[in-house]
């Protein structure tokens, strides 16, 4: 729970998240930004309204927000807004997942996918058996976790299903599919939800002369358990899959009375192993050739047309995390690496670069990442098309590329950000702006810039030294950084000038209240040691709907509404120093 409220929270760049149950039982969580002491009272309040919400018991987003009228002791400035998430197990709705700020949460689509990612993984581990299952002996279709669970195993369970190297299937008696692992969609290529519910007959076909193989007239029953209920070594099998070939497998399983899904079969699935009856004659690399692979820095493996190793080297497992026992000559492909996504997300066999070359016949070149205890490696995975054997097979080459992007990293960061501070240079603030304002013609909205010039500045470099003053600057970054949001740019100009470039959707710009924000943050004392600084700010911003507005414009506009605002400041205090 813990860590599903941190990750929504830093995904969505929230103060705070929140889990609320359909029972209204609240767990929530906050950052170090939400200080005050009411904080988990007013999220809890928050979350427990959200559960009247009208699209409380929907499937999409929604957004609400705490009330601010004229009952409610919290100024519209400071009220909490949140993005919200209804959890579902099913058919079953068990609650909302939220993650709040003190303004409306803008989403962009991967942080959409992420925050209803987390909600279904939440659900999965605090769902219960329907209550029609205990009545009708007949679950609902899921996958992973057995039907019928609940227990504190059925997390575990369910993963162990998700990652078995074979494809498991549970059938009813009339064919219906009512369980299947994350490898057996794979295989078939089509999605959980589209397998599920759906008749065994239309993917698995029996071959050989084993059983009826479908013949006309034959009892249906008697066809299922031939294909499905053959005890080990098993019996031949083709499995139709979407976007390619039909697939030869070997179907091993047996017939169970179930107490949850009645009269069923649960079946394994695996391709065929050498010389069984739809396995490709592989030719295996001499021990010589395997040697000198292995001696290769870069990884590089080969499988034939039934998705078999042929080569492999020791690179190839070290590069995709796999140990010596997997990736060996004679193997099928394993289920699942230790590869994932740029993004973070684990790499599914079907999307392995290698498999997507032998699928569609097409090259494929791609970065990835492999997540180490102390480390992260960048693998680079260059796959092509091969013939193997007569068949259509492929070959991949994975190179860790690691320290070459950490220098990319390291060149590009310094050409754009500020060396003493690490927020945006100018030529980064503007670049910034330039492309939001480029995207304001086609998706509307308004552009807002806020200059900001630090009062007492000055006073700090004569009294305290130069080297206090760069601490300044920086602890200033670090609050400007973490006030404002993942989309919004913080930029230094120079000296003690910083200028935040921020979006909204809205017609009318927020601009007030992400100053107000600033303000707040920066007025925060300083401490450093046995130091205590007091450092305000003079704010002034301009905001835009016009796409043919520059940048260069909308500096020079703040500029002039900062210098405005310490001028008045200065008449109203005539005796502080700006």
């Not at 690691?402 to 670049?431: C, F, I, K, S």
């Not at 900001?452 to 004569?462: A, P, Q, S, T, V």
């Not at 709907?545 to 109203?572: C, V, W």
Request: overall charge negative; charged content about 20%.
């Amino acid at each position: 729970m813990d860590e599903t409220l941190r990750l929504a929270r830093d995904l969505c760049l929230g103060v705070g998240a929140f889990v609320v149950t359909a029972a209204g039982d609240v767990f929530s969580s906050t950052s170090d930004v939400m200080q005050p002491e009411d904080a988990d009272r007013r999220i809890a309040d928050l979350a427990r309204a959200c559960l009247t919400h009208p699209s409380a018991g929907g499937r999409e987003l929604f957004w609400s927000a705490e009330a601010t009228d004229e009952g409610s002791d919290v100024h519209a400035e400071w009220s909490l807004a949140c993005v919200v998430s209804p959890m579902w197990w099913g058919d079953t709705w068990l609650g909302l997942l939220g993650v709040v700020d003190v303004w409306l949460p803008e989403l962009d689509a991967e942080q959409r996918f992420g925050l209803q990612a987390l909600a279904e993984g939440l659900a999965r581990r605090l769902q219960s058996p329907p209550a029609q299952a205990a009545a009708t002996g007949a679950p609902a279709p899921v996958s992973g976790a057995p039907a019928g669970g609940g227990g504190p195993s059925d997390p575990f369970l369910g993963e162990v299903l998700d990652n078995l190297p074979d494809g498991l299937i549970v059938t009813r008696a009339d064919g219906t599919m009512v369980l299947v692992n994350q490898t057996f969609a794979a295989m078939t290529g089509l999605a959980m939800d589209e397998v599920l519910g759906e008749d065994v007959l239309g993917v698995l076909r029996g071959s050989g002369a084993a059983g009826t193989g479908g013949a006309p007239g034959a009892d249906l029953t008697t066809e299922l358990a031939a294909l499905l209920g053959s005890p080990e070594p098993g019996r031949s099998t083709v499995l139709a899959s979407v976007g390619g070939e039909p697939r030869s497998l070997v179907a091993s399983g047996r017939r169970l009375q179930s107490r949850f899904a009645g009269d069923c079969f649960i079946t394994l699935l695996r391709p065929p192993s050498a010389g069984e009856p739809g396995a490709a004659q592989s030719s295996l690399p001499s021990s010589g050739i395997q040697a000198l692979l292995d001696h290769v820095e870069d990884g590089i493996v080969c499988c034939d047309a039934a998705g078999v190793v042929v080569l492999a080297n020791r690179a190839a497992r070290r590069l995709q995390g796999l140990d010596d026992s997997e990736l060996q000559p004679g193997q099928p492909f394993p289920s699942a690496t230790k590869l994932q996504t740029l993004e973070g997300h684990p790499l599914s066999v079907d999307a392995h670069p290698l498999i997507r070359s032998m699928l569609d016949d097409v090259p494929v070149t791609t970065d990835l990442l492999l997540p180490r205890e102390d480390a992260v490696v960048y693998v680079s995975v260059s796959s092509h098309p091969l013939r193997v054997d007569g068949g259509d097979g492929a070959i991949a080459v994975l190179r860790d590329v690691t320290a070459e992007r950490e220098r990319q990293a390291h060149l590009a960061h310094y050409a754009l950000h500020d060396p003493l501070t690490g927020v945006a240079n100018r030529y980064l603030l503007n670049d910034a702006l330039q492309r939001m304002l480029d995207g304001l013609s086609r998706r509307g909205g308004v552009v807002s810039l806020i200059y900001l010039d630090l009062d007492r500045f000055k006073e700090i470099n004569d009294v305290h030294g130069h080297e206090m003053g760069d601490e300044v600057l920086r602890a200033v970054s670090q609050r400007l950084q973490r006030a404002v949001r993942g989309e919004d740019v913080v930029g230094r100009l120079g000296g003690d000038e910083f200028a935040v470039a921020h979006i909204t959707a809205d017609r009318l710009s927020d601009g007030d209240a992400v100053t107000a924000r600033l303000r707040k943050v920066l007025t925060t004392p300083y401490r450093f040691g046995d130091v205590v600084l007091d450092v305000g700010a003079s704010i002034g911003w301009v905001s835009t709907s016009s796409g043919g507005d520059t940048p260069e414009n909308l500096i020079a506009k703040a500029d002039r509404a900062m210098y405005e605002h310490k001028n008045q400041r200065r008449s109203e205090r005539p005796e502080s120093a700006a």
